[in-house]
């Protein structure tokens, strides 16, 4: 079992920058894909950003790209995911996402996924 903890979250100004933290427990993730998805108020969950075991291939969702970097320490067990240029709709509760196999073709298929933090709340103020 892999135990997932997001971090990094709070409230911040358009513009502004966020680094979001997922600490995994229970076994190594250094051979999994690890994603990020959020959740918006009255949204459903949606894909933000993928990588593989490697950290040599990684994949976002249109609405984040070039504004937000996913990377990962497998000497530390950790996931991380550098947001800048935030705008108020990236407003939402980050969720960081485990899959034990080392590469998967779509990041964004939520089932894919099978352990799942309790995320962490973004907000942007206008």
Known sequence: QVQLVESGGGL???GGSLR?????????????????FRQAPGKERE????????GQ????????KGRFTISRDNAKNTV????????????AVY????????YIPNYY???????WGQGTQV???S
């Open 57 to 64: 291939s990684t994949y976002y969702a249109d609405s984040v």
């Open 80 to 91: 991380h995911l550098q947001m800048n240029d935030l705008k108020p709709e990236d407003t």
């Open 95 to 102: 969720y960081c996402a485990a899959s034990s196999l080392p």
């Open 109 to 115: 298929e939520q089932r894919r996924y099978a352990y």
């Open 12 to 14: 911040v100004q358009a």
């Open 47 to 54: 894909f933000v950003a993928g990588i593989n075991w490697s």
């Open 20 to 36: 979001l933290s997922c600490a995994a427990s229970g076994r190594t993730i250094s051979t999994y894909t690890m994603g990020w």
């Open 123 to 125: 907000s942007v103020s």
